[in-house]
């Protein structure tokens, strides 16, 4: 059975920071890309922050520099580290891991950025 579970998400004021993980089970980690998405009310799924079995990151240009995803294929889990938080970063974020042209998501984790 392929799970990801999501933690880390709660309520922060702006520039304030968070730290999203996902640990995931019934795959074989190091082989699949992962993903941080997120989505708000009313708007579409976007891909937030990015990175392949191999390492390499890429990020939405609403988050450049001040976000960061990273992997530790030791614990099975990808990160993302959220800093300098905006009102607009509130989302539900979701991670998701893909290989083979499958696609497994995990169940959501809100974010809320709000003085």
């Known amino acids: 059975q392929v799970q990801l579970v999501e933690s880390g998400g709660g309520l922060v004021q702006p520039g304030g920071s968070l730290r999203l993980s996902c640990t995931t089970s019934?795959?074989?980690?190091?082989?699949?890309?992962m993903g941080w998405y997120r989505q708000a009310p009313g708007e579409q799924r976007e891909l937030v922050a990015g990175?392949?079995?191999?390492?390499?990151?890429n990020y939405a240009d609403s988050v450049k520099g001040r976000f960061t995803i990273s992997r530790d294929n030791t614990k099975n889990t990808v990160y993302l580290q959220m800093n300098s938080l905006k009102p607009d970063d509130t989302a539900v974020y979701y991670c998701?891991?893909?290989?083979?042209?499958?696609?497994?998501w995990g169940q959501g984790t809100q974010v809320t950025v709000s003085s």
């Open positions: 019934g795959i074989i980690f190091s082989t699949f890309d």
């Open positions: 990175i392949t079995k191999s390492g390499s990151a």
């Open positions: 998701s891991a893909l290989w083979s042209g499958s696609q497994y």
